[in-house]
């Protein structure tokens, strides 16, 4: 299976494609980040990160997007541009016909490192360990679009009924990562429900 992987921003946009074997070997298709300077126009922002996005959609075809989730900052202007930006991908992708899956930043930390409280350098060593790459990817944007691709692939993205579970692909047992997305994921439904 093929995750295009996006960490959204206005400024910096990761995007990082992986293919996920059956067996869960994870390996680098591509990776950028795509950059708009803040000087420029918002809709001319926006715009850029669509054609680009669109060219690496049409170029690599994907069989899945995986977009982090926007989740509440103190910064207004941070979040609603990363917001905006999600929509420009989730725009690009339903275009294509592609089902597009949002994951917290929990849940990729659990599911790459086997921690949900992971910080940004263990989540980028354990990406360039993963897909067995010669040095971390930089900067922090394109290694975290590469966690959300592999957190979805290992996830077994391509299955509605797994994607809902939590469970890996092909009734193959869960990695340690995986069984830590898991109780990560029980965690914050179970605080839903408390809160």
């Not at 917001?83 to 991908?89: D, E, L, M, T």
């Not at 979805?152 to 939590?166: I, L, T």
């Amino acid at each position: 299976m093929r995750v295009l992987g996006v960490d959204p921003g206005l400024t910096r946009c990761g995007v990082g494609i992986v293919d996920i074997e059956p067996n869960r070997r994870a390996t680098l298709v591509a990776v950028t980040v795509i950059r708009t300077p803040p000087e420029l126009a918002l809709e001319r922002r926006l715009l850029a990160i669509g054609d680009e996005l669109a060219a690496l959609l049409d170029e690599h075809r994907p069989h899945a997007v995986a977009l982090e989730r926007v989740f509440a900052q103190h910064n207004v202007s941070t979040v609603m541009g990363t917001a905006q930006a999600s929509g420009v991908v989730l725009h690009a992708a339903a275009a294509r016909g592609l089902a597009v899956t949002l994951h917290t930043p929990t849940e990729v930390k659990a599911a790459v490192t086997g921690h949900g409280g992971a910080d940004k350098k263990q989540v980028t060593a354990m990406v360039q360990r993963i897909l067995r790459l010669d040095a971390p990817p930089t900067p922090a944007d394109a290694a975290d679009a590469l966690a959300l691709a592999i957190c979805h692939g290992w996830r077994g993205g391509a299955s509605p009924a797994a994607r809902v579970a939590g469970e890996a692909p092909t009734g193959a047992a869960p990695t340690p990562a995986q069984q830590a997305w898991r109780a990560a994921e029980k965690a914050t439904r179970a605080r839903r429900l408390d809160g």
